[in-house]
């Protein structure tokens, strides 16, 4: 024998959580998606920001202002940038999702402190409704977005290197 209550519950839940339910499943998407691409955007940054720091040493080179970048990469989830001036700045910038954190510290001229006055920017995946991944400074009145990962290079690399 059914008890009808039991079934008007079952209804009542279907019908309030059904907009939870539908907003849960996308949630769960767009973090596999975040997830899925996020490492191999993050690559192919990693690779964009060394090309980017190997082309201002090959501008600077002979010149006064030149200096000494060090460019690591401690994995797949991790990078260091440490210059010894003009400018010179102290960096590390990690995956760790949902997001790409840059923490450094950085001055004009001959390295400072690297454990005074640091930054950090947090840039943000995110999931159009089209399923593309992009990511979003998470920071400042105007937060950019930036759709391929060499954007995202040249704006850390302008970060860290303008005086």
């Known amino acids: 024998m059914e008890k009808q209550w039991i079934s008007d519950l079952a209804d009542d839940i279907r019908q309030k959580g059904h907009e939870a339910a539908e907003d849960y499943g996308r949630a769960q998407h767009r973090a596999e998606i975040i997830t899925t691409q996020g490492r191999t955007f993050f690559l192919v940054f990693a690779a964009s920001l060394e090309e980017n720091v190997k082309e201002v040493k090959r501008e600077l080179q002979g010149d006064v202002t030149a200096s000494d970048t060090t460019f690591q990469t401690t994995n797949h989830t991790e990078v260091k940038l440490t210059r010894a001036r003009f400018p010179w700045f102290d960096a590390r910038i990690v995956l760790q999702y949902p997001a790409i954190l840059l923490d450094y510290a950085k001055g004009p001229g001959v390295a400072g402190d690297p454990s005074q006055d640091r930054k950090t920017c947090?840039?943000?995946?995110?999931?159009?409704?089209?399923?593309?991944?992009?990511?979003?400074?998470?920071?400042g009145e105007n937060p950019k977005e930036f759709r391929r990962p060499e954007e995202l290079a040249q704006r850390i690399t302008q970060l860290l290197f303008h005086i």
Do not use: H
């Open 122 to 139: 947090v840039f943000t995946f995110q999931v159009n409704g089209n399923d593309d991944l992009f990511i979003e400074e998470s920071f």
